[in-house]
């Protein structure tokens, strides 16, 4: 009875185990280019975080993301997944995670000529930003706060996306040839003024962010040459720079 037992353990195992094999990515490549013409490569196919779906890894250009398949490679389910009780955006976690650069000391040097200003005390956290972008106002009103508790010291670095917010870059510039602070960032600002400082910084800076790999905004980087893209909470952030420190 006990070796049937057994018997039968191992064959639920391995049913088990084969109910959820992942399509090889050659395979995943094949179909996708059945309905994509983009220029996009699969890196890895992996069991996901929900039981019967495949997390696929791509890559287009310089940038790494995630999309998913079932577990017979037939459907494709483009979108993200979020633990309801937590609220944790796991498929975000883990593009940042793919995305995640690893800046040189003379990188974080060079990227200090191009702050535009900088406010608080505390520890030290870089802000690439835009004017115009919307989830770089709700990373700004976040380290708004830890500025005022002076638990944080942000350093911000412009880096307009001109297609996305043509007005942008404008901004930037005005805001360092009017020697505004942080506090401009947090309220409609709509300045003109040019000044041949201003617009060196910015120019010269978005061509430095670019070649980071940078290409989205808001990006956290740590003086430690960690970078972080997209919004974090608060606490996320109070976390991030506690493992820093």
Not at 130 to 152: G, S
Request: proline share 6%.
């Amino acid at each position: 009875m006990r070796k049937k037992f057994l018997k039968l353990t191992g064959i639920l195992i391995c049913i088990a185990a084969t109910a959820w094999a992942c399509p090889p990515p050659k395979e995943v490549q094949k179909n996708l280019k059945k309905i994509s013409r983009q220029n996009i490569k699969v890196l890895s196919v992996t069991p996901a975080p929900i039981k019967g779906l495949c997390e696929v890894t791509i890559q287009q250009g310089n940038r790494k993301g995630i999309t998913y398949i079932d577990e017979n490679g037939k459907y494709l389910i483009a979108g993200r997944i979020v633990e309801l009780e937590s609220r944790r955006d796991l498929t975000g976690e883990r593009i940042a995670e793919l995305n995640r650069i690893k800046l040189s000391p003379s990188q974080i040097q060079k990227l200090r000529k191009y702050v535009a200003f900088s406010a608080g005390q505390g520890p030290e956290i870089f802000l690439i930003t835009d004017p115009d972008c919307p989830f770089c106002k709700r990373a700004e009103r976040i380290l708004w706060d830890l500025i005022l508790e002076k638990k944080v010291k942000v350093n911000v670095v412009f880096f307009p996306l001109e297609k996305l917010h043509p007005q942008a870059k404008r901004k930037a510039i005005s805001m360092i040839c009017e020697k505004k602070g942080f506090d401009a960032l947090l309220i409609p600002y709509n300045g003109t003024k040019t000044c041949p400082e201003g617009q060196k910084k910015v120019e010269e800076g978005i061509q430095f962010v670019k070649t980071l790999g940078v290409r989205g905004t808001p990006t956290y980087v740590l003086p430690s040459g960690l970078t972080h893209s997209g919004v974090l909470s608060k606490e996320k952030l109070l976390k991030l720079l506690q493992n820093a420190s």
